[in-house]
């Protein structure tokens, strides 16, 4: 919808306009559906051209792509309702023109010049209006330059007219206030946790009939989903870890690259604050010393902060020999200077010394036996595929595969439910979902770097589990319900009693005081429904919410309105105000737009809009 406010309304069609010489630039020509069809629909007397219609289509269709990476395609555009949203757009804008030429309103050639000239479509390097590129952009789009001007002379004067129904749009205070107490109004009260060490009642075990009567009223429970028994062949690296070959030189070679990781001579972590001269850092130095300045400080005043003279963990070689000398020279961390540095003298601060590391070819044989021959059984996989896709074509099963090459033969009884195993793999999942009767298997490459083939052997519907089978299961869920029920009736009988002056302590509980909370604040409780109900509480009232192992009684204690004192209430209501407005506004346009075309009349020619989508593949 268009926007509320004077200046987005005057550059709102200006703007639809670049868009579309932008696509033209882009290199997309749009088909002249010449002949006698000129127009795709009309709002009384104002066409809406064929090409217009096309060139909003594609740019629509281009924007997705440039979202998505993906392109999209005229079915499924449609399918989304693209098409309709392009319509529904032109004849908004076409109603628009429509009124404002029976009005009578336009606007002259100096405000078409003015328009024009800030199109940066049409500009030079320099920011300066350029005819060439003016005319060039004009081709690209299929237009001429009095018919450009025309149209822009026509949406200047819709959006004129469309600034003097939206602005000054102001949503009343009532509504405001009404939606700020709404979001800002905060509650405190009291909670009383009921927990199972509450209720006095021996636990009794449920009869037989009773458990029964349980699995028949939540057969949903005890169903198994529809799992699909599906026959794998699959291979990952870490199978043929133990039959790979890694050759001993090839790992200290990669020992001898990776040098810097397995050999790390002592670092130390430092600051350098660097001064225009000898004489300044040795004033501040003697400041630090006679503890007139913190190091903190003197960085402060030079107008930084620590993060820019933090040079990280540096080596002695990072340093020059006298900087060098002094940090690690020191045993605790300290400050030392001033020293030379590459950008004059400087005070450095030592924070920190970490230790040199070195790492063992033997001790390091191991992990790096792992990773390479991690790597080197990806790339086996990887040259295998071809062959078992040729073996796979010519009719080989996947009992044959796993005969004849590295893979293993697994089953499965995939559901939704499944995980672990071949499951836990996303490539599988999906195949799994996706795979029908008749479907001849190929091969798909696993996250890992690992491939699987399968093939779907039979579907098992839904299937209610044997009450014998799910005994166990169904008693603790019935023991799990009564308790939750035990609950809920003890809290609510505790309610009516927690009333007026009463006390959690007189009931024999403890309560904990929530203060200032508003609709949307989390609590640590299983009852969604807590902050809700709270907010539907008159002051002092209490209610009794059930939950799942504990049961819950609250006391509303306060109520407290927005702060109109606070400056961020403040700054949420006059946001709240300027949505309102800006939505009431956007009804008002939506509303007399639909007046317009209702008044004018709308055409649909349907054989146009069909012979635009023909060009779309």
Known sequence: MASGTKGKASNFFVWIILVLLIIGLAGFGV?????????????????????????????????????????????????????????????????????????????????????????????????????????????????????????????????????????????????????????????????????????VTAAVEPTDEELRAHYAKNEPAYTLPERKKITYAWVTPDMLLDTVEVDEEALRALYAERADQYQRPERRLVERLVFADEAAAQAAMDRFNANEATFEELVAERGLALADIDLGDITRDDLG???????????????????????????????AILAAQETSFED??????????????????????????????????????????DLELGTIDYSIDSEGGIAAYQAFAEAARAVQQGDFPEVVELEDGGLFALRLDAVEPPTLQPFEDVEDLVYTDYKRALENRQLAELAEGLAPRFTGAATAEDLGFTATLEEGLTRDAFLNVSAADLMPRVFELALGETAALSGTGEAYVIKLTAIT???????????????????????????????????????????????AVNAVHAQFP
Do not use: C, W
């Open 31 to 199: 088909t002249n559906f010449g002949g006698s069809v000129n127009s795709v629909a009309a709002v009384g007397d104002t066409e809406i051209e064929i090409n217009d219609y096309a060139r909003e289509l594609q740019a629509e269709l281009r924007a997705f792509e440039a979202q998505t990476g993906q392109p999209m395609t005229l079915a499924q555009a449609t399918a989304f309702g693209v098409d309709r949203a392009v319509m529904q757009r032109l004849l908004s804008r076409a109603a628009l023109e429509e009124e404002s030429r029976r009005v009578g309103l336009s606007v002259g050639d100096e405000v078409v010049a003015r328009e024009l000239l800030q199109i940066p479509a049409f500009q030079g390097l320099n920011g300066e209006f350029d005819r060439e590129a003016y005319a060039f952009t004009l081709r690209q789009s299929g237009l001429n330059e009095k018919e450009f001007e025309e149209n822009l002379r026509t949406d200047t004067a819709a959006a004129l007219l469309q600034a003097a129904v939206v602005n000054g749009v102001a949503a009343p205070e009532a509504l405001t206030d009404a939606i700020l107490s709404y979001v800002s109004e905060q509650r405190s009260f009291e909670l009383i946790r009921v927990t199972p060490a509450d209720m």
């Open 321 to 351: 020999n006298e900087a060098a000398e002094a940090l690690f020279g020191l045993i605790a961390p300290g400050v030392v200077g001033p020293l030379p540095s590459s950008l004059g003298p400087a005070l450095y601060r030592m924070n």
């Open 364 to 405: 390091a044989r191991e992990d790096m036996r792992a990773e390479f021959a991690a790597d080197r059984a990806r790339r086996v996989i990887l040259d295998s595929a071809s062959g078992i896709d040729d073996l796979l074509a010519g009719g080989a099963t996947l009992e044959e595969l796993a005969a004849e090459t």
């Open 561 to 607: 309105p927005p702060d109109l004192a606070d400056a961020s209430v403040t700054a949420l209501r006059d946001a709240l105000n300027a949505q309102s407005s800006e939505a009431i506004a956007q009804d008002l346009l939506a509303a007399f737009i639909g007046a317009v075309q209702a008044d004018a009349g709308i055409a649909l020619n349907q054989a």
